[in-house]
C-alpha cells in the first residue's frame, strides 16, 4: 500500500532515475576498462623497440594517411614529444613517450580509428621490432655457406 504524502510515487521515480543512469554508468566502466591500443599486443613490442624518431616519423605518417593536417613542428610537454594534427575543425594530439614508459604513445585518435593499425605497420616496415629485416641481411653471404659435398646421393 502506498503510505501517506505518495511515499510509493517517489520510490518509484527514484528507481525510474536510477534505471535510466544505467546506460551512462555502463559507458563509463566500459571506458574505463579499454586498454590503449599502444599498450596491446603487438603494437607495445613494435613501440618499446623503436626509437624515437621512428615512432615520431611513422605517426605522422599516419596522421597524413587518415587525412590530418599534422604540425610540422613538434612539441614537448612532460617528457613527452608532441605530435599535433587537425582534421576540419578537430585537433589531436599523439604524445610519444621514453622507451621506458608504459605505454609508450598515448593520446591520438579513437581507439577504433585506422591510426593505430597504420603505426603498426608503418614501426613493421620500417625493421622495428616485429618487422623483420627485408633487405636480406639476415641471410648467410655466399662465403659463409658450407662447401658442396663431393659424393653424390
Request: with cysteine.
Amino acid at each position: 500500500m502506498v503510505g501517506a504524502g505518495g511515499t510509493g510515487c517517489g520510490s518509484i521515480a527514484l528507481m525510474m532515475r536510477v534505471l535510466q543512469a544505467l546506460p551512462v554508468l555502463g559507458a563509463v566502466v566500459f571506458a574505463a576498462c579499454s586498454t590503449a591500443p599502444a599498450a596491446r599486443s603487438p603494437l607495445r613490442e613494435q613501440l618499446a623497440g623503436a626509437e624515437t624518431p621512428a615512432v615520431e616519423q611513422a605517426a605522422r605518417a599516419c596522421l597524413q594517411k587518415a587525412g590530418w593536417k599534422v604540425d610540422p613542428i613538434a612539441g614537448l610537454s612532460g617528457g613527452a614529444d608532441v605530435v599535433t594534427a587537425y582534421k576540419a575543425k578537430e585537433q589531436t594530439d599523439v604524445y610519444i613517450y621514453p622507451p621506458q614508459t608504459k605505454p609508450r604513445v598515448t593520446g591520438g585518435p579513437d581507439y577504433a580509428d585506422k591510426f593505430w593499425t597504420c603505426l603498426g605497420r608503418e614501426l613493421g616496415a620500417g625493421g622495428g621490432a616485429g618487422g623483420g629485416d627485408k633487405t636480406g641481411a639476415d641471410k648467410p653471404a655466399p662465403d659463409d655457406s658450407p662447401p658442396p659435398s663431393s659424393s653424390a646421393h
